[in-house]
């Protein structure tokens, strides 16, 4: 039982940001979203998480919505290697679990 | 830090075998988390452990699976009798506390045949 709605493919131009959406609209004041990513046959890589401010590391930038109920995971210059499936993941900070939904599969193409 | 490694990396095994996957998180991690990737149910929790302790193993399919976390640095999990399909790619991850975000390892490719 996802918390979350993703499209479930996009394409991108390499070099252009890449924009992945999330719908988020049950968060609860205490949830984090979260962002991972998973490249074919590794294991889930980290990239964002934040409460209600936007973030911003040397990977992307979160956008989240004032009303907290959607955000968008910006990857400014997307190459080639940022082929995968992204997750966006609702959850607690009270050490529960994360629960994946399918994500979106983000195609940069050359 | 070489980040949480699992091992074996692949695994072929015959129906009715046991095996034992293992899984090495990151030194000072609290949180071990036990994770199954299909293609029909992406990826689901099996189990997770907080300082060695199994908190939440609801998702452990049925007996056949078990956990164990001897100690901080080591966890094992355990399938007796495999079957096809328990075909998957099983992954491990650990966070330092309940707050953070936690980290993958590479996973086990577990073909029952």
């Known amino acids: 039982d996802a918390k979350t709605t993703q499209p479930p493919s996009m394409d991108c131009a390499e070099g252009r940001a890449a924009n992945l959406p999330c719908n988020h609209s049950?968060?609860?004041?205490?949830?984090?979203v979260y962002w991972y990513r998973q490249i074919h046959s590794q294991g889930p890589q980290y990239i964002i998480h934040?409460?209600?401010n936007n973030e911003t590391n040397e990977m992307a930038s979160l956008i989240i919505t004032e009303d907290r109920k959607s955000s968008t995971l910006i990857l400014p210059h997307a190459t080639l290697r940022d082929t995968a499936v992204y997750y966006c993941?609702?959850?607690?900070?009270?050490?529960?679990?994360?629960?994946f939904g399918p994500g979106t599969r983000l195609s940069v193409l050359p | 830090d070489a980040g949480v490694i699992q091992s074996p990396r692949h695994e072929v095994t015959e129906m009715g075998q046991e095996v034992t996957l293992r899984c090495k998180p990151i030194?000072?991690?609290?949180?071990l988390f036990w994770y199954r990737q299909t293609m029909m149910r992406g990826l689901e929790l099996l189990i997770y452990?907080?300082?060695?302790?199994?908190?939440?193993d609801s998702g452990m399919p049925e007996d056949r699976f078990s956990a164990k976390m001897p100690n901080a640095s080591f966890s094992t999990l355990k399938i007796q009798p495999s079957e096809p399909r328990d075909s998957a790619v099983y992954f491990c991850?650990?966070?330092?506390?309940?707050?953070?975000?936690?980290?993958f390892g590479q996973g086990t490719r577990l073909t029952v045949v």
């Open positions: 049950t968060i609860s004041g205490n949830e984090y």
């Open positions: 452990f907080n300082n060695n302790v199994p908190i939440d």
């Open positions: 030194s000072g991690h609290d949180y």
């Open positions: 991850a650990s966070s330092f506390t309940g707050y953070t975000e936690a980290f």
């Open positions: 993941i609702v959850r607690v900070a009270s050490g529960q679990n994360f629960v």
């Open positions: 934040g409460l209600k």
